[in-house]
């Protein structure tokens, strides 16, 4: 059975932060970039829900996945991890666990030809909870959850994923940076995709 390893989007495989962060100004425009990021020092929802209400969260999202959508498609994959995600794909199964949209990332994959690389994409169109979603791919693919692992570039992601009892990868290009990265608890920070794939590896020959 092969092992699993989760891929956050944002941040991991393409730098959208700056699309992001655009997007975020139109709805918040008296937000600084570091109350920005802090959002993602939990789960993203949770944070919403706070600051709007629970009742406005959909309306929102939906407003944001359109223009998130389109302004995704001209960014590029990081350079180097589409090499990475192919070597990976060969002897593990890949799963996108994202904040966005399923379908924005499954076009873009598309369009950078790595959408037959990843077996499934669990956005928050399927549900908001990470720790949720990866529970369910573990149950779906029959997985101890000592057998996966997360990669990621925010300290929200890494305790969703210890929540749900996976290790996680912080990756130090992303939105929050070794510096954010470092206050919480993974089994390493890396800084390059080389080192990511080296990394990865390590820890499953453990």
């Known amino acids: 059975m092969k092992p699993i390893i989760f891929f956050d989007y944002d941040g991991v495989l393409v730098d959208s932060y700056d ?59 990081i350079p180097g991890m589409a090499d990475v995600v192919s070597d990976l794909a060969v002897d593990n199964t890949l799963v996108v666990m994202t904040s966005s949209h399923s379908k924005c990332v499954k076009d873009h994959l598309k369009q950078h ?7 499934k994409i669990m956005g928050a169109d399927i549900h908001h909870s990470k720790t949720k979603k990866m529970r369910d791919a573990c149950e779906i693919y029959g997985q101890d959850s000592g057998n996966t692992i997360m990669i990621t570039d925010t300290t929200g992601d890494i305790m969703e994923a210890d929540a749900a009892g996976i290790s996680s990868i912080g990756v130090s290009w992303g ?20 080192e990511l794939e080296k990394k990865i590896r390590e820890y499953f020959s453990n």
């Open 19 to 77: 699309v992001v962060y655009k997007i975020n100004e139109i709805y918040h425009p008296d937000s600084t970039k570091e109350q920005f990021l802090d959002y993602y020092n939990v789960n993203v929802f949770d944070r919403l829900k706070e600051r709007i209400g629970e009742e406005n969260v959909e309306e929102r999202v939906s407003g944001f996945v359109e223009k998130y959508h389109t302004a995704l498609m001209g960014e590029s994959i």
């Open 175 to 194: 939105f929050h940076g070794n510096e954010r990265l470092e206050k919480v608890s993974s089994y390493g920070i890396v800084h390059s995709p080389d």
């Open 113 to 119: 030809s790595l959408y037959s690389a990843f077996d």
